[in-house]
């Protein structure tokens, strides 16, 4: 007998997520290239709903969220009945794993993938298998390799975070061809307001024709993940479960109002793609040469190699960038040690990006 509580073995091995920081060592706060949130805050119209609920603290929310889940029916041509509501996407892909994956089974990702998924898996008590990469990009033939007779879920970030790869609805069809009918897939479209590649889906012809398929998006790249929110569509026999499994009162109602009003403002997330749009091809077209191989992106950042070169690694170019004011993500823990991600910002922040690693480029 133990002299206090242990958990289960398979929380134990769960190597804790680590945001990216948003301070120097000294404790100076500094622009915040590395958790992908938006440079232009907040929609106002989300801004003011916020306002609006604050003299309702008291009040306990819609555990339905059925204003939420009807504005994004409304703006994305779906069926409340079938969306699903979360404390971020992050809380659905924690209640998907444990309503689907328990001990002994096993889960699939790619690579780079998120890693949020090896924690929700370890959290439902399964093992988490990681299918190899070819260029930063997940490879269909190898996920389905990557699949046994345990397999109860495929997790595919889609365009992935760190890499900013992302699959046609080609390949994701061949996927799901792949697949047998009692593996779900989860297609993690965070990123999905940022993409312009034309064969590109975020999912929902899928869910429509599938019974094995849903989609999770979130509202946090796009303003608002200070208030987490998420949400996903599936089939019907989905959402029963999800409805069973859920707190009942799982987002708040600010978030929800806050949410709701932000979904509407289609102007602003049409606005926030724009500039982003711009911002990251600026970025890709400056930085990408032979000391900075950056790849392209469909999301909100871009992930740029360095060399193993003194003076021009990966730490370096964190280094010089901090001097400046500018914290980015380092990979380490997503095993692109020579890798650092950029968040996209406002126009001063990414130039200053530019410049800080043009000089240390021509100082070699
Ligand atoms: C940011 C992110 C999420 C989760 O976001 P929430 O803030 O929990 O909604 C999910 N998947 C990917 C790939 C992300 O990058």
Same mark, same amino acid.
Not at 223 to 228: D, I, K, Q, S
């Given at each position: 007998m133990s002299d206090k509580p242990i958990a289960r073995a398979s929380i134990l091995d769960i190597a804790a997520y680590k945001p990216g920081k948003s301070k120097s060592p000294s404790g100076q706060s500094l622009a915040k290239l590395s958790a992908n949130e938006s440079p232009l805050g907040a929609s106002p119209k989300a801004m003011e709903a916020y306002r609006y609920y604050a003299d309702r603290l008291a009040e306990y929310p819609d555990g339905g969220a059925t204003a939420l889940r009807q504005a994004i029916g409304d703006v994305h041509g779906l069926d409340p009945d079938r969306i699903g509501v979360g404390a971020g996407s992050d809380e659905i892909l924690h209640l998907l794993a444990q309503a689907y994956v328990g001990p002994g089974d096993e889960t699939v990702m790619s690579q780079y993938g998120f890693l949020v998924y090896p924690i929700v898996t370890n959290a439902a008590g399964g093992t988490c298998i990681k299918a190899p990469e070819t260029e930063l990009k997940a490879d269909v033939d190898a996920l389905l390799d990557a699949v046994t007779e345990k397999t109860k879920i495929v997790f595919l970030a889609n365009p992935n975070n760190p890499t900013g790869s992302y699959l046609s609805v080609d390949e994701i069809n061949r996927l799901h061809q792949g697949l047998r009918s009692d593996i779900l897939l989860v297609l993690d479209a965070a990123y999905a307001e940022y993409v312009d590649a034309a064969d590109y889906q975020a999912g929902i012809e899928l869910v429509d024709r599938a019974q094995n398929v849903v989609m999770t998006r979130t509202f946090s790249k796009i303003? $608002?993940?200070? $208030?987490?929110v998420g949400w996903f569509y599936g089939p019907a026999h989905i959402l029963d479960v999800y409805n069973r499994l859920r707190g009942p009162f799982n987002v708040n109602g600010i978030a929800q109002a806050a949410a709701e009003a932000a979904v509407r403002d289609v102007d602003f997330t049409a606005e926030l793609k724009a500039h982003n749009a711009k911002m990251r091809d600026l970025l890709v077209r400056e930085l990408q040469s032979n000391r900075f191989k950056t790849y392209p992106s469909q999301c909100n950042f871009v992930l740029t190699e360095f060399a193993d070169e003194r003076g021009f690694t990966a730490a370096d170019a964190f280094n010089l960038l901090m001097e400046k004011g500018l914290i980015v993500r380092e990979m380490h823990s997503y095993g692109l040690p020579n890798c650092l991600r950029i968040s996209i910002g406002t126009e001063a922040q990414m130039k200053l990006v530019i410049q800080t690693l043009q000089e240390m480029s021509d100082h070699g």
């Open positions: 303003g $608002l993940a200070n $208030l987490r």
